[in-house]
């Protein structure tokens, strides 16, 4: 079966930074696009990122655009993000998806087909 696991959340002081991972298994890695939401009580969830199976496409929400970069290591089927200058803004659970295709619908949560179970990020002020 499919799994997907987060890793690397935890409490950061403002202006800190963080390297999230979500190691994939049961699928084949190169073929999914890969995105990272966030979810903060009370709210929807959020698309931050999505890299495309093409490694060089990459996608970002204008919020996080210059702070947040997701790449991905095929060979390690993992998908990071490195998230930089960090902001209390920016505490919230977050959590990686997959799926096959991507197209302009990469920031609808509904879209994907398999999802982590979510790492905290903590930003203190």
């Known amino acids: 079966q499919v799994q997907l696991v987060e890793s690397g959340g935890g409490l950061v002081q403002a202006g800190g930074s963080l390297r999230l991972s979500c190691a994939a298994s049961?699928?084949?890695?190169?073929?999914?696009?890969m995105a990272w939401f966030r979810e903060v009580p009370g709210k929807e969830r959020e698309a931050v990122a999505a890299?495309?199976?093409?490694?060089?496409?990459?996608l970002y929400a204008g919020s996080v655009k210059g702070r947040l970069t997701i790449s991905r290591d095929n060979a390690k089927n993992t998908v990071y993000l490195q998230m930089n200058s960090l902001k209390p803004e920016d505490t919230a659970v977050y959590y990686c998806?997959?799926?096959?295709?991507?197209?302009?619908?990469?920031?609808?949560?509904?879209?994907?087909?398999?999802w982590g179970q979510g790492t905290q990020v903590t930003v203190s002020s």
């Open positions: 998806a997959a799926r096959k295709f991507l197209d302009t619908n990469w920031h609808r949560a509904p879209y994907y087909d398999y």
């Open positions: 890299i495309l199976w093409r490694a060089g496409t990459t």
């Open positions: 049961g699928l084949t890695f190169s073929n999914y696009g």
